[in-house]
């Protein structure tokens, strides 16, 4: 009898020390993604029209909406006839959905189909809404006939026309003749 009453007490005393609530203040809150995809291709359209399309191996997806593409993207921006007017690619990339805005770094190109024209630089943003790329980075940009080197640009997302904010060395400008 003795035994059992020194049982009891043992079993109670631990029943009254486990109240069943637990402690949870050395949890961390995760902020990894929530979703990883692969093999992603989004599209963009316009009134049924399919106006960019971007590719990426890997996908990560965040709480708050933005995203992460770790190993690059690749994208092609059409012209309303359907065919390819630029492309796109980096060795990584992010979307930032409160700004509605793509960051590309690493390696970044952009290849102008019309003009024949290419962009290279380590770092470049790009606006949906406003059709729109720009980079406070140093550009490269290789055209035809000439090289042209700077710091900063602003372009169409089709890259048929650019400013390079600060252009460096030299360029040959040719005089169009104005008869009349």
Not at 13 to 26: Q, R, Y
Not at 79 to 90: C, E, H, K, N, Q
Not at 92 to 105: C, G, P
Not at 138 to 167: C, H, K, M, W
């Amino acid at each position: 009898m003795k035994e059992s009453i020194v049982g009891f007490i043992l079993f109670s005393l631990l029943f009254w020390s486990c109240n069943g609530k637990e402690d949870v203040t050395e949890v961390a809150t995760y902020e990894g993604p929530l979703v990883e995809l692969d093999s992603v291709q989004t599209l963009y359209s316009d009134s049924a029209v399919v106006r960019v399309q971007l590719q990426a191996a890997k996908q990560y997806e965040f709480e708050n909406g933005n995203r992460e593409f770790p190993v690059g993207i690749y994208v092609e921006f059409y012209d309303p006839d359907g065919s390819v007017s630029s492309t796109l690619m980096a060795d990584k990339a992010y979307y930032f959905k409160e700004q509605d805005r793509y960051t590309a770094v690493g390696n970044v190109v952009i290849e102008g189909k019309k003009e024949n024209n290419r962009l290279d630089t380590d770092t470049l943003h790009w606006s949906p809404p406003t059709a729109r790329v720009y980079t406070k980075a140093r550009v490269v940009i290789t055209e035809q006939q000439d090289t042209l080197r700077g710091l900063g640009l602003e372009a169409s997302q089709d890259f048929s026309s650019y400013t390079v904010l600060n252009p460096e060395g030299s360029t040959l400008l040719k005089e169009e003749d104005n008869e009349q």
